[in-house]
């Protein structure tokens, strides 16, 4: 069966034009994609076709990255999941499954606590549990992101070598895919991780009663941590351990990280 090609487009949404990428038959079952800080819909380019055979799958660019337009208020977990939602009325989708990565995952957790029928099952990506010792230990480390311009193009080189130590050594495009779409948001490369690190998660995560799948990259030492805390906090939820995965899990390895989901999925039916 030939992959389904993927289509981009905008939504005019209250924060005006959010951009997406869909693929799949509209009328299949709908799985919304939401991606890590500071990337785009495009860390799951690969990801799309593998799942849009079965699925209407879509990956949105979250407001303030991408394509999709700023925010006019400050980066905010609870903002961000309503724009999440305003996406599915604009698309005629009802219910949808959420499959969130980084901040992502924190976003796909907000959403099914807020709008529990708008919300399948969940799949969380290397998704931190962020409570108060969370934000303790956060706000004692440096940022993760930040750069300031340079006239010499410095900031490139860091913004580079800032994640270096967090990719694959032999996967130079996947640090590139990063800087390009980290050059977007360079106006505010932390706003994401600001808002992760100030939702207080652990006051919603008892509201979930979906299904959950937490994939853990093992090579991802910001979040695999996390993941045996949160299946704590989530009474129908399974782990799965992806071997090799680093920080870009879907675009690193996009064929085990779409088998993850649907197998998932299919155990579901």
């Known amino acids: 069966m030939n992959a389904p090609p993927i289509r981009r487009a905008f939504a005019d ?12 038959e509209p009328g299949a ?10 990337r785009s819909w ?30 006019p208020w400050a980066p905010s977990i609870e903002r961000w999941a309503r724009v999440a939602v305003e996406l599915l009325d604009a698309l005629g989708i009802e219910r949808a499954h ?9 976003i796909a957790i907000e959403l099914a606590a807020a709008f529990p029928e708008r919300v399948g099952a969940l799949v969380l990506s290397s998704t931190p549990f962020t409570n ?3 934000r303790i230990a956060r706000a004692q480390r440096p940022p993760i992101d930040a750069v300031q311009r340079s006239a010499d193009g410095a900031h490139l080189v860091q913004m580079w070598r800032n994640r270096q130590g967090f990719y694959p050594a032999d996967r130079p495009d996947l640090l590139e895919a990063f800087v390009l779409d ?22 919603r995560v008892g509201r979930i009663t979906q299904p959950v799948l937490l994939l853990r990259a ?35 390895l996009p064929e085990a990280f779409a088998g993850a989901v649907l197998d998932f999925l299919d155990a579901l039916r």
């Open 13 to 24: 949404l209250s924060v005006g034009q959010v951009h997406y990428a869909a693929c799949g």
């Open 29 to 38: 079952p709908a799985l919304l994609f939401l991606h890590q800080t500071p």
């Open 42 to 71: 495009a860390e799951f380019r690969a990801v799309l076709p593998l799942v849009g055979r079965r699925f209407h799958a879509i990956a949105m660019d979250t407001v303030g990255f991408g394509d999709s337009a700023p925010p």
């Open 98 to 106: 959420m499959v969130g990565h980084h901040t992502g995952g924190v």
């Open 132 to 134: 108060e010792a969370f």
């Open 182 to 203: 980290g050059l977007k948001a360079l106006g505010d490369l932390e706003g994401g991780h600001r808002a992760v690190a100030s939702y207080r998660m652990e006051e």
């Open 218 to 252: 093992l090579g991802d030492p910001f979040a695999a941590a996390h993941a045996a805390e949160l299946a704590a906090h989530l009474p129908d939820a399974r782990i799965v351990d992806i071997e090799g995965g680093m920080v870009p899990l879907p675009d690193q």
